[in-house]
């Protein structure tokens, strides 16, 4: 176990404001579509207008001519695009690489032009003819599975249809549930869901005849250059990316999308630097979504509410051709005691883009099954969901046998509980009452993978004092710049207001995606190595030139509140940084430093954050309105670096619950395959008039086994499980239990 040692420790755990906030509410932080460049073109995709068959024929000559156009871009004659090898993208065939279409929107052609309403006016009237199919966006069902095995799986059979492939078991979980004493049997299902960041995806592109830089809207700079690079034909030394600043991404950005593509290869093909902005539409046919999943639990249990069964069989939508899956299984095997366990799952392959990461990915449909079911199995056996989830606490990771580095889920629980008022509630469906409103209470916990990423950093120390951070990651507004400088101060003592932090440059030190909840805990070993070596820097020039500290140890020497001084000196004493510098003509000193993927600890520890929330929803039967009036959330994420905007974190991923449970649906067109309400009037999200009453805290338990600080991640938790309680408070106070997203009125009349 490694100890924490800081100089400044109060530095970390403060809740600190964050630095860049000033440049974004003045508007001087720069977003991709910002960006202008000098003889910039713009350019506007062509999109399918059906969602299966082949092109037949693509007519540009007229559009060719019109006033400012610059090229009409297609299967025909587009420049050479290649297929990558490595790095991650989800959408993997190269745009426009031949004529058949396999989801409505996706792209055709693309249209470069001098303006954009120049290239607008162009793309429309594009004349494209079709070999159509009927498409398939149908929700997935049991019958239609299409199962993906290795050579470390194998297939079940479910219900005598088709096979499914084991993700994870113990014992045996058919068997242990037939002689089950009580048994839960459901389906539920999560619908399409799209991320609908403020920020519209964006990509200025600019080829100098050599090498590309890249204006980009993405959660990762680093994999999305090695990517371009591969599909390009180049090296990834010629692609430079740049995302500074991002207006959200939720996932949706963590990969390239085929907008990017077009627009550097329309850049090398004219010689112009090229930006593509693709409408919100656009973003619901072809940058990603949640995808449709089907899931069947059945639990088993004693009459005692211990659990001796749990199946979790899940269907994920997938692309035509690609292979994402929405693992909704992967907290199932930790989060409950019991002998006998089996998660599956399978692909149905539909007609619609491809599906990616959305924030939780895996683990908030996954809990909204588990956790409903779990509700369901305590009102079967009459015993608090409070009480059952802490009878079946396990002691170690039962799916893969290994200890917890740190789990306190029971005190999430018990806490939660108690911030609540949860002792007040009353079992009875419909039995509690406020005015004219039916109130119903309901809680779920939640989960989340610790993850790491290689990570590198560098840290200077400056002579006029100050400091500066580089890495290769981004900000995507969760407050990374910030706690970054945070883990600068808690080693040299510099205020924040001196430390700059440099990110979302493929130039600087490569780092991590903004994914995953994976960011903080993968820099801070980096971060901390690269700043302790930078101030032993300072401290050799302290020992090596004229003043009080001349032929001292290095090793005796430490910095605190921006001073080089004795470690056991007075707070107030030392030598000013700037005067170490002064004597030696030295402008700066800096130091690397790298932090690794956690691989060899994850194989000695089961890492996941735990943590449980409690709502009270209000069901008006007047006039048929349910609104969710207040939740109370407590999670054990490790030490939060900055509970600000860790809480902001948290207090956002709840809001977004509330859209998922009552609100958020993609809905597709059976015959053209379109998604029909792909506009923020008719996808209907969760705004501030939505947002309950919200009481977050956290639990103050750094998990030092997975780094120093103990930090782990919270970007995802707090959406996990909050849907499943939403819906477990609706069956409280309506007795109408909902097992597909999102509620509908008309399931509770």
């Keep these: 176990m490694v100890q924490s040692m800081f100089a400044h420790p109060d530095a970390i755990g403060q809740p600190s404001v964050r630095i860049d906030g000033p440049l974004k509410v003045s508007g001087t932080a720069r977003y991709a579509a910002d960006f202008m460049l000098p003889d910039m073109l713009y350019a506007v995709p062509v999109c399918a207008t059906i969602a299966h068959g082949r092109v037949a024929g693509l007519d540009a000559q007229a559009v060719e001519i019109m006033p400012g156009v610059h090229a009409v871009i297609h299967h025909g004659n587009r420049p050479p695009l290649y297929r990558a090898t490595s790095g991650t993208i989800d959408e993997a065939r190269p745009p426009l690489d031949d004529n058949v279409v396999r989801y409505y929107g996706q792209y055709v052609a693309l249209v470069v032009a001098d303006t954009l309403e120049q290239a607008q006016a162009a793309a429309n009237a594009v004349h494209v003819s079709y070999d159509a199919d009927t498409p398939d966006v149908s929700p997935p069902g049991q019958g239609d599975i299409s199962a993906q095995s290795d050579e470390a799986s194998r297939s079940v059979g479910v219900e005598g249809e088709a096979s499914l492939t084991i993700e994870s078991e113990r014992g045996d979980a058919p068997a242990a549930y037939a002689s089950a004493a009580v048994q839960i049997d459901a389906v539920y299902t999560t619908p399409v869901e799209t991320h609908n960041a403020m920020e519209l995806h964006a990509c200025v592109a600019a080829f100098d005849g050599q090498a590309y830089t890249l204006y980009e809207s993405t959660q990762g700079v680093v994999n999305h250059r090695d990517v371009v690079a591969q599909m390009l034909g180049t090296g990834k030394e010629n692609v430079r990316v740049i995302s500074h600043y991002l207006g959200s991404g939720f996932g949706g950005k963590l990969w390239p999308w085929p907008h990017s593509l077009l627009a550097a290869a329309a850049s090398r093909l004219l010689g112009r630097p090229v930006k593509v902005v693709i409408s919100r539409a656009m973003t619901f046919q072809s940058a990603g979504h949640r995808p449709y999943t089907h899931q069947h639990m059945r639990l088993g249990a004693t009459r005692e509410g211990r659990l001796v069964s749990v199946q979790h069989h899940y269907l994920s939508q997938a692309s035509m051709l690609d292979d994402y899956r929405e693992r909704c299984g992967q907290a199932t095997p930790r989060m409950y005691s019991t002998p006998n366990l089996q998660v599956c799952w399978g692909l149905a392959r539909r007609h619609v883009g491809a599906p990616t990461s959305m924030r939780g990915p895996g683990a908030v449909p996954g809990m909204y099954a588990l956790e409903s079911a779990m509700d369901e199995l305590a009102v079967a056996l009459q015993i608090d969901p409070v009480a059952l989830r802490l009878r079946n606490e396990p002691q170690h990771d039962e799916g893969t046998g290994l200890p917890f580095s740190s789990r306190h889920l029971r005190e999430c629980l018990q806490q939660g509980a108690e911030r609540f008022g949860w002792h007040y509630r009353q079992p009875a469906v419909g039995a509690m009452h406020r005015g004219d409103e039916v109130l119903g209470w309901g809680m779920a916990a939640c989960s989340w993978p610790g993850l790491r990423m290689p990570t590198d950093a560098s840290v200077s120390l400056h ?30 003592g510099i205020a924040l207001e001196r430390i700059q932090v440099g990110l979302g440059d493929t130039q600087f030190p490569p780092g991590p995606v903004s994914g995953g909840s994976a960011a903080t805990s993968s820099i801070v070993p980096a971060a901390l190595e690269a700043t302790r070596k930078a101030v032993r820097a300072a401290c050799r020039l302290a020992v090596d030139t004229e003043g009080p500290y001349a032929g001292q140890a290095e090793q005796s020497l430490t910095m605190r509140h921006g001073r080089i001084c004795v470690a056991d000196d007075k707070a107030d004493a030392g ?16 130091g690397d430093g790298h932090g690794g993927s956690g691989k060899a600890l994850k194989k000695q520890y089961s890492i996941s954050s735990y943590g449980a929330h409690f709502v009270e929803v209000a069901w008006h039967p007047a006039t048929a309105r349910l609104r969710v009036a207040r939740v109370v959330t407590v999670i054990d994420g490790g030490r939060v670096v900055n509970p600000r905007t860790g809480r902001n974190q948290i207090e956002g991923a709840i809001v977004m619950g509330v859209g998922m449970a009552m609100l958020e649906q993609t809905h597709y067109d059976t015959r053209s395959g379109a998604p029909v309400n792909s506009n923020l009037a008719d996808y209907i999200m969760a705004t501030h008039a939505d947002a309950p009453q919200l009481d977050v805290s956290f639990l103050d338990y750094p998990d030092l086994i997975w780094n120093e600080v103990g930090a782990r991640g919270i970007g995802e938790i707090g959406l996990a499980g909050i849907a499943a309680a939403i819906t477990n408070a609706v069956y409280h106070a309506t007795g109408v239990r909902v097992r597909s997203l999102p509620v509908r009125i008309e399931d509770l009349l």
């Design 463 to 492: 002579a006029d004092g100050s400091a500066r951070l580089v890495c290769a990651t981004q900000d995507i507004g969760t407050g990374t710049y910030t706690i970054l400088a945070q883990l600068v101060s808690a080693e040299t």
């Design 575 to 590: 030598v000013p940084l700037a005067q170490v510098f002064a004597r030696t003509g030295v402008a700066s000193v800096a």
